[in-house]
């Protein structure tokens, strides 16, 4: 696994340590992502290794306890693992999304008891994507009704990464028509729905949860989101479609070296040659795009919304636009099982399908610039 240059971004020295030692562990998780995969198996030994390495106290802000590195460092550690494991990167990412949050929201109260669960490893996963509107996962349409000690909860979230392993969720629901924010620890009243039977990122076992009357604890209750709170989800999503890119360009690359036609290399067909120099140069340029667009998260911008935003919209379209034609050079012995390129096309696809998908961003981007 390498860690490509960040051209004129810079890192600090211990953003740059991180990134050295979640690279060496990247390795070894690459060496059993076929299996995980094929059994559709949390990869909860990688995950381990990374909060041994110290990776949940590094990426926790300073604020609330940790070390706090900056966005361009999460970017290119989560691309780091996507292009290893993508499902370790998206539960890490998600599990980083739930544990900061609420570590930052509920900081006048609980927060460093969320920041200590973190930092000890304990689980957190993502609940606020509902089954009626996993766009507007920021805008729930499920009502918490009030109750002794906070409101309960009837209804389902949907696509909860690594929910089975999960000891925290971040839940949000309707309080008084406002979107909430709640911690929650499953219990009894909280149901997995194992319905995980998908084609791509499917070592994530992203399952559908339903609330049975469960308890949101006003103790547990956070604040609103702020433009000061760190960001990792959306400033994690463009880099796992990335990582995922970068896997399918070098297994595309690999066969078109080692597949003789006629005597040659395939990699000596022009037609290969000017196919993965159009998309080896859209990636480049979709990664260029992203490290501007963490460079302002990190600069405080106010672009930063909409850069994130059409950074996954590239990062999403070319990762599937490496991977598809990754499947048109590996041809038939492309299309089996036992090959990881088509490992890779199906976790591509899975980019344009998490929130914001390409088609809600195709619609927020366009309509900004034609002023609607």
């Not at 049975?212 to 880099?239: C, N, V, Y």
């Amino acid at each position: 696994m390498t860690t490509d240059t960040l051209g004129p971004y810079r890192l600090t020295d211990a953003e740059q340590s991180l990134l050295t030692t979640v690279t060496e562990l990247a390795t070894g998780f690459a060496e059993t992502a076929a299996d995980l995969d094929e059994r559709a198996e949390i990869p909860i030994e990688n995950l381990r290794a990374l909060t041994a390495a110290g990776v949940e106290r590094a990426v926790l802000p300073k604020d609330v306890g940790g070390e706090g590195v900056g966005y361009q460092a999460f970017g290119e550690l989560i691309r780091v693992l996507a292009q290893a494991e993508p499902s370790t990167a998206t539960i890490f990412l998600m599990h980083a999304g739930a544990g900061i949050a609420l570590a930052q929201l509920t900081a006048p109260t609980l927060g460093s008891y969320y920041a200590d669960e973190f930092l000890r490893g304990a689980r957190f996963a993502n609940a606020l994507s509902e089954p009626a509107s996993g766009n507007t996962f920021l805008q729930p349409q499920q009502v918490a009704l009030p109750t002794a000690g906070g409101h309960t909860l009837d209804g389902a979230k949907r696509f909860v990464s690594g929910s089975e392993i999960a000891e925290h969720l971040l839940v949000n629901a309707l309080v008084d028509d406002v979107p909430t924010f709640f911690g929650v620890e499953p219990d009894e009243t909280v149901e997995t729905i194992p319905i995980w039977d998908t084609l791509g990122l499917r070592a994530t076992r992203s399952q559908l949860l339903t609330f049975h009357r469960t308890l949101l604890r006003e103790d547990r209750r956070g604040r609103g989101l702020l433009p000061t709170d760190f960001a990792a989800i959306p400033a994690g999503l463009p880099s796992i479609s990335l990582g995922i890119a970068d896997a399918a360009l070098g297994a595309l690359v690999g066969h078109a070296r080692s597949r003789v036609i006629q005597g040659r290399p395939l990699a000596h067909q022009q037609w290969v040659q000017f196919e993965v120099a159009a998309v080896e140069s859209r990636l480049e340029a979709a990664k260029a795009y992203t490290r501007l667009a963490l460079w302002h998260a990190d600069s405080g911008l106010p672009q930063t919304f909409g850069s994130l935003s059409r950074a996954k919209l590239l990062a999403n379209r070319v990762a599937v636009e490496v991977a598809q034609l990754g499947v048109r050079i590996g041809g038939a012995s492309g299309y089996l099982k036992t090959s990881p390129i088509q490992r890779h096309l199906r976790d591509a696809e899975a980019g344009q399908l998490m929130a914001y998908s390409t088609e809600v961003l195709s619609g927020q981007v366009g309509q900004e610039i034609l002023g609607i």
